[in-house]
């Protein structure tokens, strides 16, 4: 039994070595991810698995990874990007809704809407001026966005700037003000040039895209207060994902009331961090908290 343990050891030792290996200049840290099985565990390795730069090994019973990569290509950051977009919450990243909800039924683990930044005493000593991309990275950056704002100087500013006129009218208990700002957000739709968008805010635009058309179409057609707001639930989770992958400086709020939505809670983004609740207006016009800032 001994000369078998002995066995199983030096095999791991020697997988570790070859590994490190393979990745030159190997770094590893350990990083939170959410997941429930196998199947998971599979997705999110091949995520972040990039021969030559990363590797990651995941475990079901801690939700932790360790990360293996060469930080001279990738970093800790762009890995968990990656495993996010394949539709795992960790603990730097938020999956796109419309990934997770394609998540196979056993993989659908239990979420919210807060994810914490990674708080590593690396990352806290790190010079960021000196922080290289690499190729790939860099060929995926538009730099014409670079500068940009995520509500006033990007393709995407009308849409945030429409979304946020819709919030308004909500908040003011207006069904007619909330139409017609709705019918503006369904006209700045139209007028997004994709080929001008940054990688990765096309590949979130193309997802909720049409979510946002029909959230937005139905906030316009309906003179009910109480089903426009209704419909407001599911445009703030499409309009959540596309900001925060949008390359933008200005603070927008993932607010919650834990009351709207017959007490199971809705979240809405706003362009202030003071709570002004668009699911009950003057009614409760306080109720509700800030859950993030993007």
Not at 72 to 82: C, H, N, P, V
Not at 238 to 264: D, E, I, R
Request: glycine residues 4%; hydrophobic residues 40%.
């Amino acid at each position: 039994m001994k000369n078998l343990k002995a066995f199983i050891a030096s095999i791991i030792i020697i997988s570790s070595l070859t590994v490190h290996a393979q990745i030159k200049n190997a770094t590893t840290s350990t990083v939170e991810i959410k997941g429930n099985c196998a199947m998971c565990k599979k997705t999110i390795e091949a995520a972040a698995y990039e021969p030559k730069v990363s590797k990651a090994e995941w475990d079901e019973d801690t939700q932790q990874a360790v990360l293996t990569f060469n930080p001279d290509k990738t970093s800790e950051e762009a890995i968990l990007k990656k495993i996010a977009q394949a539709g795992y919450d960790n603990q730097s990243f938020r999956a796109p809704d419309d990934v997770y909800a394609k998540l196979h039924e056993c993989c659908l683990y239990e979420r919210d809407h807060t994810v914490a930044k990674a708080e590593h005493n690396e990352h806290q000593g790190m010079d960021h001026s000196q922080h290289k991309p690499s190729a790939k990275e860099h060929a995926n950056i538009d730099h014409s966005q670079h500068n940009g704002d995520a509500t006033a100087n990007t393709q995407l500013a009308p849409v945030f700037k429409n979304y946020l006129a819709v919030k308004n009218a909500l908040v003011a208990t207006d069904a007619k003000a909330a139409a017609t700002a709705a019918k503006a957000l369904t006209a700045s739709i139209g007028q997004v040039e994709m080929g001008k968008l940054a990688h990765e805010e096309h590949e979130v635009w193309m997802k909720v895209m049409k979510g946002i058309q029909t959230e937005a179409a139905s906030i316009e057609k309906s003179t009910d207060i109480n089903r426009q707001r209704q419909s407001f639930m599911a445009l703030s989770n499409h309009l959540y994902s596309l900001a925060k992958a949008s390359q933008g400086s200005t603070a927008l709020y993932w607010q919650f009331c834990p009351m709207a939505n017959n007490n199971k809670g809705a979240y809405w983004l706003s362009a202030e961090d003071a709570i002004k609740n668009p699911y009950f207006g003057s009614k409760m016009m306080n109720c509700g908290e800030v859950k993030e800032k993007i």
